[in-house]
T-cell receptor, first 114, second 111 residues
Framework: AQTVTQSQPEMSVQEAETVTLSCTYD???????LFWYKQPPSRQMILVIR??????QNATENRFSVNFQKAAKSFSLKISDSQLGDAAMYFC???????????FGKGITLSVRP | NAGVTQTPKFQVLKTGQSMTLQCAQD?????MSWYRQDPGMGLRLIHY???????DQGEVPNGYNVSRSTTEDFPLRLLSAAPSQTSVYFC??????????FGPGTRLTVL
């Protein structure tokens, strides 16, 4: 069975600074996908970034980038130039190439200090 | 294009009552799923469907039923609500590629 671990329940960052959210996963599969979802107080689940395991290049979406270390099974999210609107819960998630069933970590609450 | 819609947004039930949470998508996605979110637990998969007429169980299926008669709709039924089913419920859909798009969620309270 696949597992996703987010060991930090909470983090805080100063506005305009950079923060990194950690995620590790465990799987025996070779074909899989990794995601970071953002959940603001509105409760909506918003896709932040996606990484295909077969791609060596780290995914980037504007101020959001990942550090994907396949051998270490690590998938961290870096948020640059943090903004007040980045304050939310962030979930790391995983699914294999065989299906679309997502396995989620427990999430991390990110606060942004003005 | 409304994406994934869920109704109702909020619901309060008494123990033993039944109800159906509605989910619809207008993106012609073949894959649909239901998750529940509990504090400190992340989201957990309840049931999923890979196409009309095909459903299967996820991680926490007990107490829930689903059916998929059309591509667009994937309702979740609680047959006899229990306090342990108090949660936030999310419906999601995807078309290959494994990227899932979520509905706005339903907050359910069972007294």
């Amino acid at each position: 069975a696949q597992t996703v671990t987010q060991s930090q329940p909470e983090m805080s960052v100063q506005e305009a600074e950079t923060v990194t959210l950690s995620c590790t996963y465990d799987t025996s599969e070779s074909d899989y996908y990794l995601f970071w979802y953002k959940q603001p107080p509105s409760r909506q689940m918003i896709l932040v970034i996606r990484q295909e395991a077969y791609k060596q290049q780290n995914a980037t979406e504007n101020r959001f980038s990942v550090n994907f270390q396949k051998a270490a099974k690590s998938f961290s999210l870096k948020i640059s130039d943090s903004q007040l609107g980045d304050a939310a819960m962030y979930f790391c998630a995983f699914c294999t190439g065989a299906n679309s069933k997502l396995t989620f970590g427990k999430g991390i609450t990110l606060s942004v200090r003005p | 294009n409304a994406g994934v819609t869920q109704t109702p947004k909020f619901q309060v039930l008494k123990t033993g009552q039944s109800m159906t949470l509605q989910c619809a998508q207008d993106m012609n996605h073949e894959y649909m799923s239901w998750y529940r979110q509990d504090p400190g637990m992340g989201l957990r998969l309840i049931h999923y469907s890979v196409g009309a007429g095909i459903t299967d169980q996820g991680e926490v299926p007990n107490g829930y039923n689903v059916s998929r008669s059309t591509t667009e709709d994937f309702p979740l039924r609680l047959l006899s609500a229990a306090p342990s089913q108090t949660s936030v419920y999310f419906c999601a859909s995807s078309y290959g590629g494994h990227t899932q798009y979520f509905g706005p969620g339903t907050r359910l309270t069972v007294l």
